[in-house]
């Protein structure tokens, strides 16, 4: 199964799929590159997911870093 490459940018605000254990649903991307770094905007918390794992939990957009 193919899944598509999400373009994401740094300061993007993101959804994935399952909530963090905190409570909060909403994660700031870092890093972009073959890893995606995220910082959970609720507890500050930071994790890093390979790209085809991100784009697997992603489920959309919050808000865009230029906007």
Same mark, same amino acid.
């Given at each position: 199964?193919?899944?598509?490459?999400?373009?994401?940018?740094?300061?993007?605000?993101?959804?994935?799929?399952?909530?963090?254990?905190?409570?909060?649903?909403?994660?700031? =991307?870092?890093? $972009?590159?073959?890893?995606? *770094?995220?910082?959970?905007? /609720?507890?500050? &918390?930071? =994790?890093?997911? $390979?790209?085809?794992?991100? *784009?697997?939990?992603?489920? /959309?957009?919050? &808000?865009?870093?230029?906007?």
């Amino acid at each position: 199964m193919a899944v598509p490459i999400t373009p994401v940018a740094l300061g993007d605000v993101v959804r994935l799929k399952k909530p963090h254990p905190c409570g909060a649903n909403e994660w700031v =991307v870092t890093r $972009v590159g073959m890893d995606i *770094d995220l910082e959970c905007s /609720g507890c500050g &918390r930071k =994790v890093r997911l $390979v790209r085809f794992e991100f *784009d697997r939990r992603f489920r /959309g957009f919050v &808000r865009r870093a230029g906007s």
